[in-house]
């Protein structure tokens, strides 16, 4: 969605008349886009002069077109400026161009590749503006379907209008030229530059009056799911994208690795997100790196099954004699008890807020010292509000005080946050407004618009099975889920069916057998629990509320009591500390809540939790 678009004549004549902040704060409103902060508006009124002039001549004509903060779909990021037109030979072209109010930079090292030191932003490191730029591009002919551009048809750079020449060196250093030869760096003194470059491609209005309209309007492309590219991206081709704090949180990783190279010491380091943040992203890419490029001996590991087993079924395309192969790099913690000291190069802990000490079968005694024992770099991602069983125990202090007590080096002094969205449409404000529902956080974003992520509540179960089968019939990333609140009738042989919802509606829980339940095309006719999808992400998820959460006509309560007696995994109907156990029903609800990329579909068995969801809805169901 584009916040601002004009021609190019009235974009420089409201920021002549210095009306254009006001003008982009009003669209944002209207749009009911989160932004507007004083610093923002700043940043408006300092940057877009800037812009003005380097646009106001006259070989670049008033017709074409201006775009101001664009937001990428699926993503919570915006596109600084967009100017589009046509070049010399009739080829329409955008130019996007990032914009940056720096006056100093400092280069970090040579192993932070993607990432630099700014005056604006304090001692955290940054993306490079270069490789932002060309990370949008990238975005952009990855997600707008019906716009007819090629990647040669979108020209990125970066403006830092306030850098002085004197820091050239800098921002253009060897170690960013793979990014600064795809999206050129202007500085203070680069404003004809600048123009020269923008003239190479827009000479005349586009050719296609309804470029910009395609670009904000045109049908969206599914954004690629992890589970679809991991066997190329370990081959060594980058198909996820990395951007702002993913690719800063990346090159910290990075260095991390470099540390524990060159000191030959143990080193860990924590990286932290709430769900559609990156966090698995992250770790298969820096795995990836370090098998295909750095040769190293690195391992994902997740306690979660689910994703591993479907990781493992793409990656082999289902050959088993492979699937013996790839267990060396996609494993479980509970090899870890067997691994010798430093035996793995690279430990990546996805999942981490699910470790426990010593689950099942675990012939360990602690699996937070066996991780950190067994790897030589120790990377743990965490999310504490995905928590969903009373045996999940390890927090971020935990793994602190048990990197100390083996004597390895926290490289950095706080995890890194990664708070970007890329789930649920990129809308942060969808996962406050569940933080909110639940009651697992106070937020502003007490109600949910149907306009970029559809979120629709349903009286009849069957009807929302049906509306998502009709969905699922597209590309096969639809699916239907629950919380513990369902007998395991057919596990037990009581029963065909596990999840009955009234006299209508019946299901059977996802096949015990089916490891691959998120992608095998025959499974949408069940209904995953949250440890068959917790970890994995599909375009539109049906979610069935059970009677663990209901509405007493004040606030949304729980009811551990209504959890199955089946359920042998969750610990929640037994747990005796009611506040944990009133924490992970909410938490259980907030992991299948979020695990759509392009909508949710909800069914309460409590009727006035039905209502009570619907009254938050701003645009209604259809």
Same mark, same amino acid.
């Given at each position: 969605m584009i916040v601002y678009d004009n021609s190019l004549k009235n974009f420089k004549e409201a920021v002549l008349l210095n009306s254009i902040s006001d003008e982009i704060l009003e669209s944002l409103r209207e749009k009911k886009i989160s932004g507007g902060a004083r610093s923002e508006i700043n940043s408006w009124n300092n940057s877009l002069h800037f812009m003005k002039d380097v646009l106001d001549c006259p070989s670049i004509p008033d017709d074409c077109e201006v775009a101001i903060e664009?937001?990428?779909?699926?993503?919570?990021?915006?596109?600084?400026?967009? +100017?589009?037109? *046509?070049?010399k030979n009739n080829r329409d072209n955008v130019v996007i161009v990032e914009l940056k109010q720096w006056s100093r930079v400092?280069?970090?090292?040579?192993v932070f590749k993607h990432s630099i030191m700014s005056d604006l932003r304090g001692n955290s490191p940054v993306a490079h503006p270069s490789y932002q730029a060309y990370s949008y591009k990238s975005l952009i002919l990855n997600y707008c379907d019906e716009v007819n551009l090629e990647k040669d048809d979108l020209h990125p750079c970066a403006y830092l209008h306030n850098l002085n020449e004197?820091?050239?060196?800098?921002?253009?250093?060897? +170690?960013?030229?793979e990014w600064t030869s795809e999206a050129p760096v202007f500085l203070q003194r680069d404003v004809l530059k600048l123009r020269d470059f923008i003239e190479k491609y827009i000479t005349a209005k586009s050719s296609d009056n309804k470029l910009l309209y395609k670009i904000d309007y045109g049908r969206i492309k599914p954004q690629k799911a992890l589970q679809d590219s991991i066997d190329s991206m370990l081959c060594g081709n980058e198909e996820f994208k /990395?951007?702002?704090?993913? +690719? =800063?949180?990346?090159d910290m990783i990075m260095k991390t690795i470099d540390n524990a190279r060159k000191d030959n010491k143990k080193h860990v380091m924590i990286i932290s997100g709430g769900?559609?943040?990156?966090?698995?992203?992250?770790?298969?890419? =820096?795995?990836?790196?370090? +098998?295909? &490029? /750095?040769?190293?001996?690195a391992s994902y590991i997740t306690k979660n099954k689910t994703p591993r087993d479907c990781y493992t079924y793409l990656l082999t395309n289902g050959n088993s004699k492979k699937i013996?192969? /790839? &267990?060396?790099?996609?494993? *479980?913690?509970?090899t870890l008890p067997s691994t010798p000291i430093n035996g793995i190069d690279v430990g990546l802990f996805d999942e981490s807020h699910r470790m426990q000490q010593k689950p099942y079968m675990y012939k360990g005694d602690d699996m937070l010292f066996d991780a950190i024992n067994a790897c030589k770099v120790s990377i743990f991602f965490i999310d504490l509000d995905q928590r969903v069983t009373t045996k999940d125990c390890y927090d971020i202090k935990d793994i602190e005080d048990m990197a100390k007590r083996q004597g390895a080096i926290l490289d950095f002094d706080e995890p890194y946050e990664l708070t970007s969205q890329f789930r649920c449409n990129g809308s942060d404000s969808y996962i406050s407004f569940i933080n909110n529902l639940l009651g697992i956080s106070k937020t502003a974003n007490t109600t949910i618009s149907n306009k970029d992520f559809i979120f629709k509540v349903f009286d009849n179960p069957n009807e929302l099975r049906d509306e998502l089968r009709k969905i699922n019939k597209v590309n096969n990333k639809a699916r239907m889920v629950a919380g513990y609140c369902y007998d395991w009738n057919v596990k037990n042989k009581r029963g065909d069916w596990d999840v009955i919802i009234g006299d209508e509606f019946k299901a059977k829980w996802n096949l015990e057998k089916d490891a691959i339940f998120a992608i095998n095309k025959n499974s949408f006719e069940q209904v995953g629990c949250i440890h068959t999808v917790q970890g994995m992400e599909f375009d539109y998820v049906g979610v069935f509320i059970g009677k663990d959460l209901y509405y007493d006509g004040s606030s949304v309560k729980t009811n551990k009591y209504a959890i199955s007696k089946?359920?042998?995994?969750?610990?929640?109907r037994g747990c005796k500390n009611e506040e944990l156990a009133d924490r992970l029903i909410r938490n259980t609800y907030k992991v299948l809540l979020t695990r759509g990329q392009k909508g949710c579909f909800v069914y309460c068995e409590d009727k006035a939790l039905n209502e009570y969801i619907k009254k938050h809805i701003l645009v209604k169901n259809d």
């Open positions: 664009y937001n990428i779909p699926q993503t919570s990021k915006r596109v600084d400026f967009m +100017i589009l037109g *046509s070049d400092n280069k970090i090292d040579d004197s820091y050239r060196e800098v921002i253009e250093d060897d +170690i960013y030229s /990395l951007i702002d704090e993913q +690719i =800063v949180a990346y769900p559609g943040t990156g966090k698995s992203v992250l770790a298969i890419n =820096v795995l990836a790196n370090c +098998i295909s &490029k /750095l040769s190293l001996n013996v192969d /790839l &267990k060396m790099a996609i494993k *479980s913690p509970h089946d359920d042998h995994s969750s610990g929640i």
